[in-house]
């Protein structure tokens, strides 16, 4: 089974600066995508950057971008110039796909606080 | 905008109480998900429909249904709701099933249990 380790529960950050979020997976798939999801506080989850395992190339969206070991199965999330906003939980996660299950399994979550 | 739409934000119901949960998306996608995410812990799948078609998770107690009367309609229902069902509840689309797809999520309902 697959599973999805973020190994930091909380992490800070001072305004404009820059931050990485580590994620660890586990797998014997060769295909899958793998995904960052935001929570702030009482709103909904939102999709933030994915990256697909065939794509040796890192994702990138503006001030998010993504270190991806495929070989360590490392799936790591940097916030560069970091704003009040990115204040959230942040959740990696793994989507799974077959006949049988469509899932994305989700790690534990990183709370990152934003201080001016 | 296009979006998944949970109602309500919050539900307070009593030990034992059926309770449903409702869920809409104006997205038109294929598939529907729910989720059950306790405090301080990551979002675990329930079960979800791809159209009409059910499946549920191997470890989804009896205890949850859920009904997908037409494509922008899913009811999460908790027949006999115990403390720890006491949750968010996540509801969250997807265009079609297969990896490439992102998951768009609604606001969720807290449940508390009385």
Redesign the interface.
């Known amino acids: 089974a697959q599973t999805v380790t973020q190994s930091q529960p909380e992490m800070s950050v001072q305004e404009a600066e820059t931050v990485t979020l580590s994620c660890t997976y586990d797998t014997s798939e060769s295909d899958y995508y793998l995904f960052w999801y935001k929570q702030p506080p009482s709103r909904q989850m939102i999709l933030v950057i994915r990256q697909e395992a065939y794509k040796q190339q890192n994702a990138t969206e503006n001030r998010f971008s993504v270190n991806f070991q495929k070989a360590a199965k490392s799936f790591s999330l940097k916030i560069s110039d970091s704003q009040l906003g990115d204040a959230a939980m942040y959740f990696c996660a793994y989507r799974s796909w077959s006949e049988d299950t469509d899932k994305l399994i989700f790690g534990t979550g990183t709370r990152l606080q934003v201080f001016p | 905008d296009a979006m ?1 739409i949970q109602n309500p934000r919050y539900q307070v119901t009593q030990f034992g109480k059926p309770v449903t949960l409702s869920c809409s998306q104006t997205l038109n996608h294929n ?1 529907m ?1 729910w989720y059950q995410q306790k405090s ?6 329930l079960f ?1 429909y ?1 159209d009409k078609d059910f ?1 549920n ?1 191997a470890d989804t107690p009896d205890n949850f249904q859920s009904r997908r009367p037409n494509t922008s309609f899913c009811f999460l229902d908790i027949r006999s709701p115990g403390l720890g069902d006491a949750a968010m509840y ?1 509801c ?1 689309t ?1 265009r079609d ?4 797809s ?7 309902t807290r449940l508390t249990v009385t």
């Open positions: 998944v598939v998900y301080s812990q990551a979002p675990k799948l979800h791809y499946n998770e996540l969250a997807s099933r297969g990896l490439v992102p998951l768009h999520f609604g606001n969720g």
